[in-house]
């Protein structure tokens, strides 16, 4: 087995497009979830809302990468809007299923045949994102520190992505120091006590809904330019479990806790894929007990039961703070 | 395991169907070749033809009496092959939204298969009117299927407030140890679906007992409680992709069946026996409900756990009735789906969001909301594709779902209550 790989892998894990896209995705639903105690379970929607809006602007209509970017924000800040205007008055589990029910309305009319002329059916949409690496002012080159090594347009979706994560985390611990964001965290808490004293929780609940959905929307544009495609099950409700879990495991209503839970979630998964590829080449795996094909199948379970023993046993997760927390439905 | 012939079975038409078969190589360069087939019928007579890019002809071939053709090209490259729509039999068109002819590179010594799906002729199709009974049809046998589940996820909601995720689970659970008893054990499909329900009953109750009621006397927050059913869920689905692996298979028994017609409408045997035993199961759990001392204690956990252990109700009994009531609904859902749809790892989980749908529009924690709500997502989802795209049928009750909360949050049935 060869350790030196496996442990490279997981570094270039670390840094990686999956954890700048989950760890954007999970900035913002640890807003809705971790700050507000709001259900989000539909994070993927503002993702593809985000990634398509762009996608379908450049691409189909010709628009600068600029305008597909407002027009992506612009979709992610109705989307919002649209799923809180009628479930933020309702107990937490209908937001919970309202939001889940639109994701996959989202994933599935992008997914349509009948759109495919804009969207490209299940094969998704490229084409746009020439744009963003015009810009690129990284000379042509490889360029990386020890084991990790990119080329020029790698190493440019990486730090504009790192940037927007190192910005999101400072917006967010601004707000949440802010009158503002007491506000979120006392409707968490107990909303009729905020109630009590003057505040309009349900406006407060829906600014909190566009705000995570925008953050979020900055890792559809993330997913969008590292893979310079958007396809609709890149956008499925595991997505949004994915960014549950690293919530979680990084700490809800911490800053970096997404940040954290992201790298370690991402580097947690390339470690088993690595070793359980490494010891099946090598045989000490058999055929009977996992196939190459199996590899991810263990992942999903490994996501699952971590998700299900973390929420049990550790529901602050690595950062968290245990008093702080009180997340239960009312 | 492979399956030549996928047998298309309670779907919403008998779509026919073209497969394209590998066929036996003839020369040794490039070729582009396929087998047309209509529902497993080879279709024999019709004129393929293959141009360059420049649009120049390069080869034309009629398939043979099975269906077969095979063309083969001067060089690689880019090429579009094309169905001569007018050489098909009248019954026969390319299925709608589907292009006749195909545009595809083709490499050096490349064998290329080419798939043009075939479906019923839009020259004989039916009106809208005449599909309607049809449609509400197979929209009140799924709604029913739904139906078991939703009563089960319900009552587990209403008695324990968990909004269970992993429900789909649940569904598909029955359905594999069906497939289990029924295909690896040789069992037929009757007994081994008793013995699945009796199991994943058992199973149902066994969740609870060494899951839910540690959490439940633990303390754990009903929000914590609810994520872990969304990892109990990714779990479980893992478990069952890897245990069963990704494709789709039938049962041993009742796989092809004709539709008799029944006034307007045809309906296969074990259509009309899946509806009955919905029916019949339904009006069980509605007189058990109802009539029965278990019956009435879970209804007055529903309402009020704190008020019912005080008067007496073993609250944690009822609970794991419910448990391995509703897994037992769920499983028997699953089979009967499955009867329909082939068994596959997702089944429960397509179908979660529906199930889901019809508990919420019927009203959270009542088992007849639950129930009406089902039927109303079932029908409303097979009817909806006489006007959007049956793709987008899904998409449609989930949308309803939204709107209808927008109009009556508590839903159909459910009480009203002020909640800020």
Same mark, same amino acid.
């Given at each position: ?330 | ?268 045997? @074990?259509? =009309?026996? !899946?509806?009955? #035993?919905?029916?019949? *199961? /339904? %009006? ?5 409900? &109802? ?101 987008? @049928?899904? =998409?449609? !009750?989930?949308? #309803?779902?939204?709107? *209808? /909360? %927008? ?5 159909? &049935? ?7």
């Amino acid at each position: 087995m060869d350790w030196s790989l496996i442990f490279s892998n997981a570094l270039a894990a670390m840094v990686g497009l999956e954890t700048v896209v989950f760890a954007l995705a999970a900035i913002g639903l640890n807003v809705h979830f971790g700050y507000t105690g709001l259900l989000n379970f539909g994070q993927a929607a503002f993702l593809a809302v985000a990634g398509y809006g762009l996608a379908i602007s450049v691409a189909n209509f010709g628009f600068s990468t600029g305008a597909g970017v407002v027009i992506g924000l612009t979709g992610a800040v109705v989307l919002a809007l649209l799923l809180g205007a009628p479930t933020l008055r309702l107990r937490a589990d209908y937001l919970a299923i309202v939001t889940i029910a639109a994701a996959e309305i989202v994933r599935l009319v992008f997914r349509s045949v009948s759109l495919a002329e804009y969207t490209g059916g299940s094969d998704g949409q490229g084409r746009f994102s020439e744009g963003f690496y015009s810009i690129n002012p990284i000379a042509i080159g490889r360029y990386g520190l020890g084991p990790l090594d990119f080329d020029e347009r790698q190493t440019w979706v990486l730090s504009v992505g790192w940037t927007l994560v190192g910005l999101s985390c400072l917006l967010v611990f601004l707000l949440m120091r802010s009158p503002w964001g007491r506000v979120l965290k006392a409707i968490r808490e107990d909303e009729d006590a905020v109630r009590s004293l003057g505040k309009n929780v349900y406006f407060y609940k829906l600014q909190s809904l566009v705000l995570g959905g925008v953050l979020g929307c900055l890792a559809g544009f993330m997913t969008a330019w590292g893979n310079t495609v958007v396809q609709p099950d890149n956008f499925s409700t595991e997505t949004t479990f994915y960014a549950y879990t690293i919530v979680i495991l990084g700490g809800a209503a911490r800053v970096l806790g997404p940040v954290v839970g992201a790298a370690i979630f991402w580097v947690l998964l390339s470690l088993t894929d690595n070793i359980l590829n490494q010891a099946k080449n090598a045989g000490y795996i058999s055929d009977a007990i996992l196939t190459g094909f199996q590899v991810g199948q263990v992942r999903l379970m490994l996501v699952g039961l971590g998700l299900m023993l973390l929420m049990i046993f550790r529901p602050q997760g690595l950062l968290g703070d245990r008093r702080e927390l009180a997340l239960d439905a009312r | 395991m492979r399956y030549a012939v996928r047998a298309a079975v309670g779907s919403l038409v008998a779509a026919a169907c073209l497969l394209l078969l590998p066929a036996v190589a003839i020369a040794a360069g490039e070729t582009l070749q396929g087998t047309l087939q209509n529902g497993g019928e080879p279709v024999e007579g019709v004129t393929i033809t293959v141009t360059t890019a420049d649009g120049d002809e390069v080869g034309e071939d009629e398939t043979d009496e099975d269906g077969v053709f095979v063309i083969e090209l001067p060089a690689p490259g880019e090429y579009t092959i094309s169905l001569e729509e007018d050489t098909l039999p009248d019954e026969v068109a390319i299925r709608e939204g589907r292009s006749a002819s195909v545009t595809l590179p083709v490499a050096v010594g490349q064998e290329r298969s080419v798939l043009f799906p075939l479906g019923k002729s839009t020259r004989v199709v039916q009106s809208d009117l005449d599909r309607l009974p049809q449609l509400a049809l197979e929209g009140l046998i799924f709604g029913l299927i739904i139906a078991l589940a939703a009563v089960g996820l319900s009552l587990i909601y209403g008695t324990t407030g968990l909004v269970n995720f992993a429900h789909g689970e649940l569904v598909t659970l029955g359905a594999l140890l069906a497939y289990f008893f029924n295909v690896l054990l040789g069992l037929q499909l009757v007994p081994a679906a008793l013995l699945a329900v009796l199991a994943a009953a058992v199973l149902g109750g066994f969740q609870d007992r060494i899951l839910w009621r540690p959490l439940r006397k633990k303390g754990t927050g009903l929000i914590a409680q609810l994520v872990v059913t969304i990892g109990l869920a990714l779990f479980l689905r893992g478990l069952y992709l890897y245990l069963f692996g990704g494709s789709s298979r039938p049962y041993a028994d009742y796989q092809l069946q004709n539709a008799s017609a029944v006034g307007p409408v045809a309906i296969t045997p @074990k259509d =009309a026996i !899946a509806m009955l #035993i919905c029916v019949v *199961i /339904l %009006l069980g759990v509605a007189y058990v409900l &109802l009539r029965t001392r278990i019956g009435k204690a879970t209804r007055a956990v529903s309402d009020n756990p704190a008020l019912a252990a005080s008067s007496g109700i073993d609250v944690e009994r009822v609970i794991a009735t419910v448990w391995i009531a509703g897994a037992a609904l769920a499983g028997l859902a699953g089979i009967l789906l499955a009867l329909g749809q082939q068994v596959s790892f997702q089944l429960g989980f397509q179908i979660l969001l529906l199930v889901f749908a019809g508990v919420t529009l019927g009203g959270l924690g009542t088992a007849f909301g639950a129930l009406v709500g089902s039927l109303v997502v079932g029908v409303f989802t097979q009817v909806s594709t006489l006007v959007i795209p049956p793709e987008l @049928k899904n =998409a449609g !009750a989930l949308a #309803i779902l939204i709107l *209808i /909360l %927008l109009v009556r949050p508590q839903g159909i &049935l459910g009480r009203a209550e002020r909640v800020g």
